[in-house]
């Protein structure tokens, strides 16, 4: 076996525990703004869905780059996978560099345009939040790209820690400038910057390791490799825009969410927090997905590739289920740390508790299954199906919901789990099948 429950777990639980830290520290900055007031609250959260679309962008082509990095120590050849990993570092750089520049000076139009209909508090702290933490992208893509590389080389430990790291700072910062020097929003997007920032020049010092299976000691160079960057991009392009018009769709619904009112934006901000809390082992079980099933398609060995895609599956569904248990049952005494004004609280258990029952059924086969085939090669048709999914049921069926039954928030959110209901019986189908195994041949 490629891989034994000792390597499983060394992948698995450092990465649980960086999503944990991660959806933590996001619970923390809400709290910590939320003593600014709810428009502080909603102006973040507005930025953060667009941060995140820019932040799927740069995850897609790191995980193009890690799954071609996967396939080459799959396939033995340790200098290939590090000259794929600098032309991934490299080009993911670039990138991002034009998407800082294109955020920067459009702040306004772009926030004008998505998020137009919001008060003149909540636009102002969306502002403040957005140009801060713009500077971030660049350093954000670095280390994206490099803790992929990790992921591939089943390292997950050393990127668990440069995040206690990076979380840390962010924390620290956050209680100073808040709470200390009363900056407010922008006193919550400064130490988000730097946190980035000192992880990306971590992480790409250490990738510098010769010792390493994948390092790019010795491969840095300005000329870009269209070879290597084809590989990547066929994985990345699909995946990435797969997931940017995914959290787009999340844009817009956002802006119909604005025309509930501040109280709705700010349950929807709290309870965006908590189901990442819900979903945590999924996606950190999709992370080293990918990683294993890259390293099981280089060597040639599908049948390992299902064996750890029906085990990882598994291990994700009774995950999920306990989380879920817990935000069931627990959910009103949670949120009572956000200090929501009664009409917010009870709107947030709702929709939590909505989430909770049904990211306990149908979660898994929509998200964590298709990082197997995307490992393969077979990004076209999962990317396909994500965007079909997502346009026709979480956005059409949302604005039906809201038009034609008046449901609300909680319409937005039910429509987002036929989304999954739907992209989940696709993605079954498919794995069933055999055509993602033949993907890289086509």
Not at 29 to 55: Q, Y
Not at 315 to 333: D, H, N, R
Request: aromatic residues 10%.
């Amino acid at each position: 076996m490629l891989y034994s429950n000792k390597d499983l777990k060394k992948l698995i639980l450092p990465l649980v525990f960086e999503q944990f830290l991660a959806i933590l520290v996001g619970m923390v900055d809400t709290v910590m703004i939320s003593s600014v007031g709810e428009a502080a609250v909603s102006g973040v959260s507005l930025v953060d869905n667009i941060n995140i679309l820019v932040i799927n962008i740069t995850a897609a082509m790191a995980t193009g780059g890690a799954v071609v990095a996967g396939h080459f120590l799959g396939q033995k050849e340790s200098g290939n996978a590090g000259r794929a990993a600098w032309q991934l570092i490299l080009f993911s750089a670039m990138a991002a560099t034009v998407i800082f520049v294109c955020l920067t000076v459009f702040h306004r139009p772009l926030l004008g345009a998505v998020f137009g209909n919001v008060e003149e508090e909540v636009m102002s702290s969306a502002v403040t939040y957005l140009l801060i933490t713009a500077v971030s992208i660049v350093p954000l893509a670095v280390y994206n790209a490099c803790a992929a590389l990790f992921r591939a080389m089943n390292n997950s430990k050393t990127t668990m820690l440069i995040s206690v790291l990076m979380n840390t700072i962010n924390i620290a910062g956050n209680g100073i400038l808040i709470y200390g020097i009363g900056m407010g929003v922008a006193g919550a997007a400064i130490p988000t910057t730097v946190s980035r920032t000192v992880a990306a020049v971590i992480i790409f010092i250490l990738m510098c390791n010769e010792d390493r299976a994948i390092h790019i000691k010795g491969r840095m160079t300005w000329r870009i490799d269209g070879g290597l960057i084809k590989r990547i991009l066929y994985i990345g392009v699909p995946n990435g825009i797969e997931n940017s018009l995914f959290q787009l769709g999340k844009i817009l619904l956002l802006s119909l969410i604005s025309t509930f009112g501040t109280y709705a934006m700010a349950a929807n901000a709290v309870c965006n927090t908590l189901a990442g809390f819900n979903i945590l082992p999924g996606q950190a079980i999709g992370l080293a997905l990918v990683s294993v099933v890259a390293v099981c398609v280089g060597a040639g060995d599908y049948k390992q590739a299902r064996y750890y895609t029906k085990k990882l599956m598994l291990v994700t569904q009774i995950s999920i289920a306990g989380l879920s248990a817990v935000l069931l049952i627990f959910s009103p005494y949670i949120l009572k740390i956000y200090h929501l004004n009664p009409e917010t609280e009870l709107l947030a258990i709702q929709v939590i508790r909505y989430h909770a029952a049904l990211a306990l059924m149908i979660w898994a086969p929509s998200f964590t299954l298709p990082n197997t085939l995307r490992a393969s090669g077979d990004v076209v048709w999962t990317m396909f199906v994500a965007i079909g999914s997502m346009w026709v049921f979480r956005i059409g069926a949302a604005y039906v919901f809201h038009r034609f039954f008046g449901l609300g928030l909680i319409g937005v959110w039910i429509a987002m789990t036929i989304d999954w209901a739907f992209r989940g019986l696709c993605y079954c189908l498919r794995y069933y099948g055999n055509k993602w195994e033949k993907a890289l041949q086509s």
